[in-house]
């Protein structure tokens, strides 16, 4: 007789990716720290701090209805601090892409649901990117112009999440974000 498994999917994860001593790199994790701060007490949402490449990030969401990513996206640097969103889908290649010890989200999304992991599918895993070009530089906390795009990639997260914040997030104070 087959065996019958009863699995039950946790609703949404938001998770901030970067590293905070990498200046730019951290406004993931800094604006996932926004958003945490401002969601109300009964959201059915999740939120976690990652440094991890596709991979991680794939095992992350198993079992999660839904995603929502935040992380620095590489830009000229005319055009940092402004705030993009899009599905998994539509993925631009990452630095992570290259290395031979890991792959980039859509390749390490497309082995774990080969494999059979309980995986959001792509539509249902959003982006939200902060353009920014001082990541691969030592510093404790961003350049002004990705610090003040982060109000804007937190309110984006909450427009994605349906949710009205508990707080403006306006009022936040993003040196209380800076912390490593």
Not at 22 to 38: C, H, K, N, P, S
Not at 43 to 49: F, H, L, R, T
Not at 60 to 81: C, F, H, L, N, Q
Not at 147 to 171: H, K, M, N, Q
Request: proline letters at 8%.
């Amino acid at each position: 007789m087959p065996r019958v498994y009863l699995v039950m999917l946790m609703t949404t994860l938001v998770i901030g990716l970067g590293n905070p001593i990498l200046t730019d790199d951290g406004v993931g994790i800094y604006t996932a720290r926004f958003v945490e701060q401002a969601l109300p007490g009964d959201a059915d949402v999740e939120v976690v701090e990652l440094a991890v490449g596709g991979l991680g990030l794939m095992e992350t969401m198993i079992g999660y209805e839904r995603a929502i990513i935040i992380d620095a996206i590489w830009s000229p640097r005319e055009k940092v601090g402004r705030v993009v969103c899009f599905d998994a889908g539509d993925l631009p290649e990452t630095m992570n892409s290259a290395s031979a010890h890991d792959a980039d989200l859509p390749t390490a999304l497309s082995v774990g649901r080969r494999l059979g992991a309980l995986l959001p599918p792509n539509k249902n895993i959003q982006i939200v990117g902060i353009t920014a070009r001082e990541v691969l530089e030592f510093g404790a906390e961003p350049t002004p112009p990705v610090a003040a795009a982060v109000p804007e990639a937190a309110e984006a997260v909450f427009d994605l999440l349906g949710y009205t914040p508990d707080i403006d997030i306006r009022s936040l104070s993003p040196a209380d974000c800076w912390r490593i």
